[in-house]
């Protein structure tokens, strides 16, 4: 997970309990699989015996991180800011131990760096430390000097670095990790300490992943992948590690897995031939991590129900939200509740009230050649009718036209 690291660092890391830490700036009210790299590089940290801190960026987070962008980010407003930072604060107790143990993580915010201290005060304090053309030779701000770059988002780099300074004497902290886009960043920090205090601090960062495909890693075909799951549900989340490319699976389990190095290499030569296995493995895992082991179950559920062939007495076992996630993922109709409560004939279902089939002649071959199943009961006669008593839950029917054809019927008032 290391890319790079400034001199003497595992030296340092070697001899005692160091205390480090990752920043998080409040960009949106959830965090992504992108950020769960940093995540791990601290839950790691802390399992070898180290502290580590979250930093909030309460403070940077209302300037605007230039590295990685080829324009200016737009500026939330100060309400969205706090909103988010509250939000994201909620995830990292799910991960991180900040309960016992002397190397206890621990939650800090940047704005209590700055609230107390004017513009004037910054300058001087701050703004003298480092030179432009020092500041100016940081890639961040060389890939943006073109294009055109804003001193609100020049500054960040002062801000990121007076951030390590602060840590460092209240916390004597010695190291921030980061994302190699942060490199900049972050030795900037090293210099403050040097020039400012006379020691020496430390920096370390990861490669930003990628995809075998060259995409960023993190992303899928309906946008980022979300910890959340309001935004990226529980079976989306398994999904993506099951549908990965399998040059990935060997660099996503060495970032993602608690287990230790001697069960990666075991499970990855007992699965050498199928590497579906390891992506199982490795779905299931971060899915009862990230989720829960409930999560698990129903994503696990879904995704049989839709690729795999289950019976009615596993159908009827789905909760509500499995079928859901069961409705956006096959075509599905919504019909009044009323139709179905006074009884609907099923050949008038499927041709007349949702588009399941072209016509009620087709209808009728289809039931005919027994291609009908209705929540997994065929349907052998073209005059039978569905009442209330076949809905799941009330609400849901799963039709079947044929092994492949899966449709959801949902009532509404």
Known sequence: MLQDTTPGVEEVLNQEMVTGYIGFDPTAPALTIGNYVQIMLLKLFQLSGHKPIVLMGGATGRIGDPSGKDKERELKSLDVLDYNLSQQAKYFSKFLEFESGENRAEIVNNKDFYEKMNVLDFLRTVGKTLTVNYMMSKESVKKRVETGISFTEFSYQLLQAYDFQCLFQQKNCLVQMGGSDQWGNITSGTEFIRRNLGDKAYAVTTPLLTKADGNKFGKSEKGNLWLDPELTSPYEFYQFWIRCND????????????????????????????????????????????????????????????????????????????????????????????????????????????????????????????????????????????????????????VENGKKNKFLVHTTE
């Open 247 to 398: 040059e990935d699976v060997p660099k996503f389990i060495r970032y993602f897995t608690l287990k230790s190095r001697e069960e990666v290499e075991a499970l990855e030569k007992e699965h050498a031939d199928n590497p579906q296995a390891l992506k199982e493995a490795l779905a299931e895992e971060l899915t009862i991590r990230v989720h829960s082991k409930e999560a698990l179950a129903a994503a696990k559920n879904v995704s049989d129900l839709l690729f795999r062939k289950i019976d009615k007495e596993r159908l009827i076992t789905l909760d509500k939200a499995s079928l859901e996630i069961v409705r956006k993922e096959i075509p599905s109709f919504d019909i009044p509740a009323a139709l179905i409560k006074n009884g609907v004939n099923i050949v008038d279902l499927l041709a007349e009230h949702t588009a399941i089939l072209n016509s009620k002649g087709e209808a009728r071959r289809a039931i005919q050649g027994n291609a009908i199943s209705v929540n997994k009961e065929k349907i052998a006669d073209h005059e039978y009718l569905l009442s209330n008593t076949h809905l799941l839950h009330g609400q849901y029917l799963l």
